[in-house]
């Protein structure tokens, strides 16, 4: 009787517990991202150039070479910001991971892309390569990732050349709640 009575004040303690503090594994998992398909995208500008992925690195981040370059080069695309996943001292975001996964079909290593930079630098603090990134069925990358909601449109003075485009494509993917502007993350994936 009296082990019945320990155990029943065990049980009952831990359901307290894990009322009053929640269950971290309560909230559902994010879906994944749904390709957009066609998207608004901007034609290529002429002083583009060609460069094949090596290795994606999170949703907005990849290693690239262009032609007679022997080094693959880090590249962060101009105007769209996916949530962290990899970043030293920065817990992993809501929709992070799906952003990454879904970026990773997009830029296969030896894929194809063309890129530009804009006007207003090249390189950010950082020392990567700031690009506008056009996939080889020439969809605008920043495009596909706003519009399906793995990214946000992120504009970065100076380089706002397709700014108001994104800001089109965050709107209606924030209106549709695609992606992160869907459950379980509501928009809440940048700290």
């Known amino acids: 009787m009296r082990r019945a009575a320990v155990v029943l004040?065990?049980?009952?303690?831990?359901?307290?517990?894990?009322?009053?503090?929640?269950?971290?594994?309560?909230?559902?998992?994010?879906?994944?991202?749904?390709?957009?398909?066609?998207v608004e995208s901007p034609q290529i500008p002429a002083g583009a150039f060609t460069a094949v992925v090596v290795r994606v690195v999170d949703g907005d981040t990849f290693l690239a070479r262009t032609a007679g370059a022997g080094k693959a080069?880090?590249?962060?695309?101009i105007g769209a910001d996916t949530p962290e996943t990899v970043k030293p001292g920065v817990a992993v975001r809501c929709f992070g991971p799906q952003a990454s996964t879904f970026t990773k079909h997009l830029l296969r290593?030896?894929?194809?892309?063309?890129?530009?930079h804009e006007p207003g630098g090249d390189?950010?603090?950082?020392?990567?390569q700031l690009w506008d990134v056009w996939l080889p069925d020439h969809r605008f990358l920043e495009s596909v990732l706003v519009a399906s909601g793995a990214a946000r449109a992120y504009p970065y003075p100076p380089q706002l050349e397709h700014a108001a485009l994104l800001a089109d494509l965050?709107?209606?993917?924030?209106?549709?709640g695609r992606g992160l502007w869907g459950a379980p993350c509501r928009g809440r994936s940048f700290g």
Do not use: C, E, M, N
């Open 9 to 38: 004040v065990v049980l009952a303690l831990a359901v307290f517990i894990r009322v009053a503090w929640g269950s971290h594994d309560s909230a559902p998992p994010a879906p994944p991202v749904v390709d957009p398909g066609l």
């Open 73 to 77: 080069v880090r590249v962060r695309i």
């Open 109 to 116: 290593p030896g894929s194809v892309v063309t890129a530009a």
């Open 123 to 128: 390189v950010d603090r950082y020392g990567r």
């Open 170 to 176: 965050q709107s209606a993917a924030q209106r549709s």
